[in-house]
């Protein structure tokens, strides 16, 4: 008889610890749920803030594009000045929205970022001394950033250094690269509208 309780009681010390085991998973599975979702939430944060800031500087490329296009230089005097205050006091409005996204890099990275970056730095003293020059450097370097390069010599030195880079890093010097050309190509469109006006206008040429 005292055998037979002795058995029950053991059994029932089993079951309880059978029973708190699972427990134990129950709870560490729901936990595991959660931060599944949470990181699913984090990434749309992430993606969502990206968006944001790509918003932001694309926002600043148009402004600076308006001040500095030919139609800003084709009105009068009166209403460029209302118009150069208009896109100066957006600018200031733009500027003050701050984002920023975070890269978790390892020291390879940080690295290479820093050495893609220096480059591009240099480039871009390139451009304002020589811009025909720089922009074949330009287009280099964007060249060595695309799946499909178009028909240039490509820096494979940069372009190691870019894929050496964090992901996100990546997408941002591609980012960079592509506005550099966009500025470069809306100089020179406004270099040669007003080299034509240049030739155009009688006086330039000596004319009465």
Same mark, same amino acid.
Do not use: Y
């Given at each position: ?6 058995q ?6 089993a ?7 699972l427990?134990?998973?129950?709870r560490?599975?729901?936990?595991l749920?959660? *931060? @599944? ?5 984090? !990434?749309? %944060?992430?993606?969502?803030?990206? +968006?944001?800031e790509? $918003? ?14 030919q ?29 920023s996204?975070?890269?978790?890099r ?7 970022l ?10 871009v003293?390139?451009? *304002? @001394? ?5 922009? !074949?450097? %330009?287009?280099?370097?964007?060249? +060595?950033?695309?799946? $499909? ?8 030195k940069?372009?190691?250094l870019?894929?050496s ?23 020179e ?20």
């Amino acid at each position: 008889m005292a055998q037979a309780k002795i058995q029950a009681k053991m059994s029932e010390g089993a079951c309880a610890k059978f029973s708190r085991t699972l427990s134990m998973a129950d709870r560490s599975g729901r936990l595991l749920e959660s *931060l @599944d979702q949470l990181e699913m939430r984090v !990434e749309a %944060l992430r993606e969502a803030a990206s +968006a944001m800031e790509q $918003e932001r500087e694309c926002i600043l490329e148009m402004i600076q594009s308006i001040q500095n296009g030919q139609e800003m230089r084709n009105i009068c005097a009166g209403e460029r000045e209302e118009l150069e205050l208009t896109a100066n006091r957006l600018m200031g409005r733009t500027l003050c929205v701050e984002v920023s996204v975070g890269t978790i890099r390892n020291p390879q990275q940080e690295d290479a970022l820093r050495k893609a970056t220096s480059i591009i730095d240099e480039m871009v003293k390139k451009l *304002l @001394d020589d811009m025909n020059s720089g922009r !074949e450097r %330009l287009l280099a370097l964007h060249a +060595a950033c695309v799946t $499909e390069a178009p028909p240039v010599p490509i820096d494979h030195k940069f372009q190691a250094l870019v894929i050496s880079c964090a992901l996100e890093d990546q997408k941002k010097i591609k980012r960079r690269l592509e506005m550099l050309l966009r500025n470069v190509e809306n100089a020179e469109k406004n270099i040669k509208i007003m080299d034509h006006q240049k030739l155009d206008d009688p006086k330039a040429n000596g004319c009465q």
